[in-house]
């Protein structure tokens, strides 16, 4: 059990709380203790795409949290909340709203490099405390602007009240505060009602499952049926095929020395079985992170 699980997170639950109902799920199944974690964290307003490590693939989570994203998300227009959701109290109103050109029209000062100030309410931290937390406290909480990435920027629905968006974003982004700022750039204040994350490195909803559906095949198949291979998220990740003795060596921590086509991060692959991620910096091929994944018969002898 070396790989992923996407769960389409449904409206309501905390990223945590997936990966301790796949624990359940595992454990119930009889597949023991694994490792399980998530690859960035939605909060339970938003639903979509969460991608779930199980064993060795756990090693890759930091990747997919490095990793774009793309979200469909809703700003009402008229009211601006604490929180920027629907969750938190209002803080500021507006009357004016703006047409469906105006909406267009500032979509492409908001597409490219942009510097954005997180939410208030988010899990950055100010001198050691969480922003949510002195945020909650009723203390002011003063974050700095961090510089993304908004790779693309589609309206996709217009009323006279809202407009739902998708965007394609780099890691770091806050949708609450894109949301925040085109309501501004629109000289209106507004927040998300509703925030669907679509793609998560190379995972998409199409490859997504339900909670219940986890349940349901837990139930009466096995879930390797579910389970994505760990390579499914290196998929942006160049393959090099190594020999039994050279990935020997890679997952004793040893350097190669051998030339590869290019340079930079690799998948060590003997056969069929990923052995470390590796960067290539000719001549040598370093360990970057190992997989401890079972050897073949013939790699054992």
Known sequence: M????????????????????????????????????????????????LPIAIGEATKLSGRMLDADKAYDFTISFGA???TLDAEGKVIATSEARPTRDQVLGVLSRFTGPIDQVPPAFSA??????????LARAGEEVVLKSRAVTIHSFDLVDWTSDSATLSVRVSKGTYIRSLARDVAYALDTVGHVTMLTRTKAGPFTLESAISLDKLNQVA???????????????????????VSLDQARALREGRKLIGAAKHQGLHLAISGNVPVALVEVSSPEIRVVRGFN??????ENE
């Open 2 to 49: 070396d790989g992923w699980i996407i769960i389409d997170k449904p409206v309501g639950i905390g990223s945590t709380q997936v990966v301790s109902a796949v624990k359940r799920v595992l454990r119930q199944g009889g597949y023991g203790k694994h490792k399980v974690g998530h690859g960035g964290t939605l909060d339970p307003l938003a639903s979509g795409v």
């Open 80 to 82: 601006e909340t604490d």
């Open 124 to 133: 950055l931290k100010v001198e050691g405390a969480r922003a949510y937390d």
């Open 219 to 241: 139930m009466g198949h096995p879930l390797e049926e579910l389970l994505l291979p760990l390579t499914a998220g290196l998929d942006d990740i160049p393959a090099l095929a």
């Open 293 to 298: 994944i079972a050897m073949s018969k013939e």
